[in-house]
């Protein structure tokens, strides 16, 4: 066996990739191809070489040039009213998504475009979302222009179909306004008690009504606006005739309230208004801290989000730019290579070589011939090709693929947080002591009665259970975020922790979706003849023939006559005199194949040499992965592909795993719902359309994307895919937060312990609450955030 492969030394100065044998070299530097050079250029001669001082290689690699006019579409006045989200008579301002974003160099780059354009008037970038607003002066440049500009540096923007249609976000501040309302009263409370706290001479009677007072003010916007968070919940709660966490929040906020209230009117004390104010102020830090981690991301995506804004029309022999929902029958649309397909239709010229990962999860790209139906979904490797629609969009294969109704339910039995259910207990037994409480003093005291049975209402608050929940989750998602692990919400954490079946899509999650390990199985081949191969196959647009020609070291200068392609089988020619054959079995040697591995024969001088064989090229790191899952989790495999890799899969998963191939989308949901019915609770990984109706069915459905501008269907998770090796991790740390939350509510308990002590009989002071409420909250922040910290940082997930 004889493997062949590229030698690559030379790393380019702009994106860092590995040069061929022979890199471009210019100013002094080498790039790996002339686009990388032409934006190094492109920087130099405006001054922006400190670009590449920020970050080592910053660049995206330009090596596939971006086709010339591919944002005309732009100029269409329809289609960019929908992307702008503002107009005047001078500026337009627009945000664009701009997946090649990756590091502080590009920010840079970015913020600065009006140097390379002065008609831009400013560009700000919002990291996260990888987005950037660019505002420009429309009278001197076009939308298109700003467009190729970016395109020209590297950041070609990725606009879809579903940017027409949805509406702007608006942001909601809500939660910070009634955060800061909350904090300013809070503080201002506490500052106004302290003269209470440690004793007032009785000379100053008069200036302690008027704090008493000015507290009653100052807590008058926290009860009415700052609260009302937890009112909205509790009440869709009690409507669903369920008591969730925040109904006892809101009983302690209104007792609390009306005690201290009927305390300062009736002159007997100064009330708890800090503790009412304290206990709404850490509560909402803690939900804003959990939404501020994954407010940035969309997890309900549809094939929209996947699709072009527009395609090329052909009428009368013109070509017009046309926007997916103006597509109409009997159209003529023209495909580029890597051009989505956005409607069913029948192939009328070319020779379409489609890859249907996307939407079935079968690797290779499929060979089609003119008169042949080619589906919505594929995209075009090869050269240009035309078609003839026979579905529009809304009709096609792959819409209605998505719109299924089992694609779209709600997961049955969604369970709820094991906090909801610990407060239920936690409030009846709240409940219960203050009733003991009450029949006791009206037999002892019945003066003591309300006093003992507020007091505790107040003091026995459920807040630190929930703000441990909310603070450890918030922590928890935030260093899952760092590390490109991004939950829908917090409640995923939970579910993550209670999985016990990992099941895995093949192509694009296990495996990479560019590239394959080409092996060579036969005679070695010598340097001469590896030449006139490359030659061959650099003659062909199959993709496999690309990749041999890649992996020889591309196209030779060597003769060829007799060209021939021989559709669906291979080409043949003369090369520098030699009948060199590369293609199907059938076609080198006449005979059929045995196996179903992704081969390409070769034959030199009429004598089969061997043949090169595809292997899917699998992510790094992934073998180790499977292995720490192997011992704790059962495993399967969910495969569109043939079964070319089971043994391989087989070998990496061991004897337990289940390993299903060729399986539609239709096939990977019920294998879903048979794991589920043996009480299994599932993970699901996968990345493309063929398994968005198992990741809706899964316990927790994780898509899983590359650093580009793939499609990640709908999901519970998104993690990015250099990140998947650490997926072991990531349980773990969900599986520990629970026993964080349950650590910190103990320790909460404690404190309610001794506050009822005080509470029951009816002698709890502003002073013991005022001590007991801070000190509770800020001893739970302590915990949360230092276990949780501490944990990731020795699995290694925190620097």
């Known amino acids: 066996m004889d493997q062949q492969t590229i030698q690559q030394q030379t790393a380019c100065f702009h994106c860092g990739e590995q040069c061929d044998k022979e890199p471009v070299i210019a100013h002094g530097k080498s790039f790996c191809c002339e686009g990388c050079k032409m934006v190094y250029e492109i920087l130099n001669d405006s001054g922006l070489c400190d670009y590449y001082t920020i970050s080592k290689n910053p660049g995206a690699s330009r090596r596939v040039a971006v086709r010339k006019d591919k944002f005309g579409f732009l100029n269409d006045e329809k289609i960019m009213q929908s992307l702008i989200s503002f107009r005047d008579a001078t500026q337009t301002h627009v945000t664009l998504y701009l997946p090649q ?59 879809s179909f579903n940017d027409m249609k949805k509406t702007k976000p608006v942001i909601n501040k809500s939660k910070i306004y009634k955060l800061g309302v909350a904090g300013f009263c809070f503080a201002n409370i506490m500052l106004l008690s302290f003269p209470e706290y440690l004793g007032i001479n009785a000379a100053e009677e008069n200036l302690v009504q008027t704090f008493r007072w000015l507290n009653v003010l100052l807590s008058l916007p926290v009860f009415f606006f700052s609260a009302s968070e937890f009112y909205t919940s509790a009440w869709k709660s009690l409507k669903h005739k369920f008591l969730n966490i925040d109904a006892p929040i809101v009983l302690a906020v209104w007792v609390t309230f009306g005690r201290s209230l009927y305390e300062v009117i009736s002159g007997t004390g100064s009330g708890y208004f800090d503790s009412m104010t304290g206990i709404v102020f850490f ?29 090329t029309k052909i009428f009368n022999g013109k070509e017009s730019t046309v926007s997916l929902p103006d597509i109409k029958l009997n159209d003529t649309l023209l495909i580029h290579h890597e051009e989505l397909i956005p409607a069913d239709g029948i192939l009328t010229r070319g020779r379409a070589y489609i890859d249907y990962s996307f939407v079935t999860g079968e690797s290779m790209p499929v060979r089609k011939e003119m008169g042949e139906i080619v589906y919505a979904g594929g995209k075009q490797t090869g050269s240009n090709i035309e078609i003839l629609v026979i579905k529009e969009v809304a009709q096609s294969y792959l819409t209605k693929l998505w719109n299924r109704e089992e694609f779209q339910k709600d ?61 450890t989750n918030g922590n928890i998602l935030r260093i899952l975020g760092r590390n490109k692990f991004y939950l829908r919400n917090a409640q995923i954490i939970e579910e993550i922790g209670k999985i016990d079946q990992v099941v895995f899509d093949k192509t694009g999650t296990l495996t990479t979706g560019a590239g394959s390990d080409i092996i060579f199985i036969g005679e070695p081949l010598s340097l001469k003849q590896k030449k ?21 070291g591309g196209g030779s200068k060597c003769k060829i006559e007799d060209f021939s392609e021989i559709p669906g089988y291979g080409v043949e020619a003369l090369v520098d005199g030699t009948a060199v054959v590369i293609g199907s079995q059938r076609l080198v040697s006449g005979k059929t194949q045995q196996d179903e ?38 495993l399967a495999v969910l495969s569109g592909d043939n079964d070319s890799e089971a043994a391989t899969l087989a070998n990496m998963f061991g004897e337990h795993a289940q390993l299903y191939f060729q399986q539609k989308p239709e096939d990977k949901l019920q294998r879903i719902k048979q794991l589920q019915q043996q009480g299994k609770k599932v993970m699901m990984l996968g990345d493309g359309l063929n398994d968005a109706g198992a990741l ?89 955030f230092g276990s949780s910290s501490f944990v990731a940082w020795k699995m290694k997930l925190l620097k």
């Not at 500009?149 to 990725?158: R, V």
């Not at 509560?283 to 395609?311: C, H, N, W």
């Not at 094991?418 to 203050?434: D, G, P």
């Not at 006139?532 to 020889?552: D, E, G, W, Y």
Request: aromatic share 10%.
């Open 597 to 634: 591995k992704t081969s390409v024969y070769v034959a030199i001088d009429h004598k089969v040499s061997g043949r090169f064989v595809f292997k899917n090229h699998y992510r790094n790191n992934i073998g180790e992965l499977i292995d720490s899952l192997k011992d704790h989790y059962g």
């Open 411 to 471: 997961k049955a039995g969604t369970q709820l947080s094991f906090v909801h259910l610990l407060s239920r207990y936690f409030t009846w037994i709240v409940f219960a002591v203050a009733s003991v409480s009450a029949l006791y003093w009206s037999v002892i005291d019945p003066v003591k009665i309300w006093p003992s049975v507020t007091a505790v209402l107040i003091i026995a608050c459920p807040c630190a259970l929930l703000l441990s929940n909310t603070f």
């Open 101 to 159: 974003m990756h590091c502080s160099s590009c920010l840079w780059l970015l913020e600065n475009l009006h140097r390379l354009q002065p008609a831009i008037l400013s560009s700000k970038v919002n990291f996260t979302r990888k987005e950037a607003t660019v505002v420009f002066d429309h009278r001197r440049v076009t939308l298109k222009d700003v467009a190729d500009l970016l395109t020209s540096i590297g950041y070609e923007p990725y606009i």
């Open 532 to 552: 006139m191969v490359a030659a061959l196959a650099s003659q062909s647009t199959h993709p496999a023939s690309k990749a041999i020609a890649v992996l020889l």
């Open 283 to 311: 509560m909402l830090i803690g939900r804003i801290l959990q939404d501020k981690t994954y407010e940035q991301l969309s997890f309900e995506r549809d094939y929209t989000s996947y699709f072009p804004v527009a395609v």
């Open 696 to 784: 809706k069915q899964a316990d927790v459905g994780i898509a899983v994307s590359d650093a580009s501008n793939n499609f990640t269907p709908a999901s519970d998770a998104i993690v990015d895919a250099a990140a998947l090796p650490k997926l072991q991790q990531f349980i773990k740390l969900c599986i520990i937060n629970k026993r964080i939350v349950l650590s910190s509510f103990i320790v909460s308990i404690l404190y309610n312990i001794v506050g009822i002590f005080f509470a029951v009989q009816g002698t709890l002071s502003p002073m013991i609450a005022a001590i007991l409420m801070p000190a509770s909250s800020l001893s739970i922040l302590l915990i949360t």
